[in-house]
């Protein structure tokens, strides 16, 4: 059984710049969220969707959006990219809606902003 | 909401020694779950261990045990005998039943040769 696949797994931007992530979860998934993980905050929670509906959103700026397609695939889009938001940003997907079950990781994204 | 403190930063051990992973959490949920994850340095998070608040039994698997207090709201992780493969950095999360989990800073342990 494939794992979740987050592409890409490095990319650098620079300031003002915009940046989509996207996530493959493990086959028969439909809840994914998304983490931003920075040395200084640590691992923060972005969102959550499942069946294509944002269920959850974290404490971050509107320049952080997501969406998440019927194949349960996932996006997650940040505009206008600050220096702040170098981190690594895993995906996570899990099979049920509401099931506080196991997370399945991918390996991240890691994005530096120049 | 739910907010978990690992007060313990970074820990290093040398290999064979024992080392316990403190966790202490906040939640006004009165049902609730709690996790351990392992963040080796590939990046992915992987699952150590998921309780339910009403099951304070401690629980052993293999080199690894947890105990958990309710009174105390904490959920500690004891390695045993540790080895150089549990150099990781270690998340413990409060949820109190959906999927979004309040991960903080995690314990980085290094585990000496």
């Known amino acids: 059984k494939a794992g979740v696949t987050q592409t890409p797994r490095y990319l650098i931007k620079t300031r003002g710049q915009q940046v989509t992530l996207s996530c493959s979860p493990i086959s028969g998934h439909r809840s994914v969220s998304w983490y931003q993980q920075t040395p200084g905050q640590g691992l923060q929670f972005l969102f959550e969707?499942?069946?294509?509906?944002?269920?959850n959103k974290g404490n971050f700026p509107g320049r952080f959006s997501g969406r998440q397609f019927s194949n349960s695939r996932s996006e997650m889009n940040v505009s206008t990219l600050e220096l702040g938001d170098s981190a690594l940003y895993l995906c996570?997907?899990?099979?049920?809606?509401?099931?506080?079950?196991?997370?399945?990781f991918g390996e991240g994204s890691r994005l530096t902003v120049l | 909401a739910q907010k978990v403190t690992q007060a313990q930063t970074e820990i290093s051990v040398v290999e064979k020694e024992d080392v316990t992973l403190d966790c202490v959490y906040e939640?006004?949920?009165?049902?609730?779950?709690l996790f351990w994850y392992k963040q080796p340095p590939s990046g992915e998070l992987v699952f150590l261990i998921r309780r339910n608040s009403f099951d304070e039994q401690n629980e052993i698997s293999g080199r690894y045990s947890w105990n958990f207090q309710k009174s105390t709201s904490s959920f500690n992780f004891t390695i045993t005998a540790s080895q150089v493969v549990d150099s990781a950095v270690y998340f413990c999360a409060p949820i109190p039943g959906g999927n979004q989990f309040y991960f903080g800073t995690g314990t980085s342990l290094t585990v000496i040769p």
């Open positions: 996570a997907s899990t099979q049920t809606r509401k099931s506080a079950g196991e997370l399945f």
């Open positions: 969707y499942f069946s294509e509906t944002q269920r």
């Open positions: 939640t006004r949920d009165t049902t609730y779950y």
